[in-house]
C-alpha cells in the first residue's frame, strides 16, 4: 500500500503571498490530521477532517484552513503568509479519527 | 501548559546496548499513547503504541511501558543499532479530542558503534 503522499515537498513563497498544500491519505484512510513543526514549538496540531469535515482544531489563526473532499484527499491554506509560518508542514491519516496516525514526509516552506 | 513532556533533549549509548527514552504527561485524560522516530526533513514513522487499558506493549526490538499513576512511560529499545539514531518523539491523545496527538518536543538518541 502507498504511503500518505505530499505536495509539494518544498515551497519558497514571499511575506504576504497564500498557498495551498496537498495531502493523500493513504487508500481506505478517512481521517487526516494536519501539523506544523517548528524548531521553537515543536510538532502542532492544525486540524482534523474526516468525512469532509474539519472534526478539530489546534490554536491557529483563521490564516489556516483546510478541506476535504469526497476521496479523503485534503488541503490546507495559508492565506497572508507571515515569515513566522516558515515550517515543516505534515500531514497525516489514519482509518478513523482515533486510530494510530500515519505521516507524510512533509512540506517544507520557507517564507521570506 | 506542555501536557508532554521529553525532558532528555539527547541520548547517547553504544551499540548492543539497551535505549531507554521517557516520556510524562500531565492530563489524565489521555488513552493512547504512541512513539515515533523522526528523521531530518522527513515526516515522523510510527513505531509502537499502547493503550491506556495495558501497561506493557512489545513489537521486536522495541517495548513501550505505562505507568499510569505516574503518568509516564518510557521506550525501551534492545539491543540498539546505529540505524536507531533519530529523534524520537512521544505522542498522546484523549477522546475528546479526536484527530489530535499532542507531541513531546522529542529525544535525540545516537547509537554509537
Known amino acids: 500500500k502507498a504511503g500518505v503522499t505530499q505536495t509539494p515537498r518544498y515551497l519558497i513563497k514571499t511575506r504576504g503571498q497564500q498557498v495551498t498544500l496537498s495531502c493523500s491519505p493513504i487508500?481506505?484512510?478517512?481521517?487526516v490530521s494536519w501539523y506544523q513543526q517548528t524548531p521553537g514549538q515543536g510538532l502542532q496540531f492544525l486540524f482534523e477532517y474526516f468525512s469532509e469535515t474539519q472534526r478539530n482544531k489546534g490554536n491557529f489563526p483563521g490564516r489556516f484552513s483546510g478541506r476535504q473532499f469526497s476521496n479523503s484527499r485534503s488541503e490546507m491554506n495559508v492565506s497572508t503568509l507571515e515569515l513566522g509560518d516558515s515550517a515543516l508542514y505534515l500531514c497525516?491519516?489514519?482509518?478513523?479519527?482515533?486510530?494510530?496516525?500515519?505521516f507524510g514526509p512533509g512540506t517544507r516552506l520557507t517564507v521570506l | 501548559d506542555q501536557q508532554v513532556k521529553q525532558n532528555s533533549p539527547s541520548l547517547s549509548v553504544q551499540e548492543g546496548r539497551i535505549s531507554i527514552l521517557n516520556c510524562d504527561y500531565t492530563n489524565s485524560m489521555f488513552d493512547y499513547f504512541l512513539w515515533y522516530k523522526k528523521y531530518p526533513a522527513e515526516g515522523p514513522t510510527f513505531l509502537i503504541s499502547?493503550?491506556?487499558?495495558?501497561d506493557k506493549n512489545e513489537d521486536g526490538r522495541f517495548t513501550v511501558f505505562l505507568n499510569k499513576s505516574a503518568k509516564h512511560l518510557s521506550l525501551h529499545i534492545v539491543p540498539s543499532q546505529p540505524g536507531d539514531s533519530a529523534v524520537y518523539f512521544c505522542?498522546?491523545?484523549?477522546?475528546?479530542?479526536?484527530?489530535?496527538?499532542?507531541f513531546g518536543q522529542g529525544t535525540t538518541l545516537q547509537v554509537k558503534p
Open positions: 499502547i493503550s491506556s487499558i495495558k
Open positions: 497525516a491519516s489514519s482509518l478513523g479519527q482515533t486510530d494510530t496516525q500515519y
Open positions: 487508500s481506505g484512510h478517512r481521517s
Open positions: 505522542a498522546a491523545s484523549a477522546p475528546s479530542n479526536t484527530g489530535k496527538l499532542i
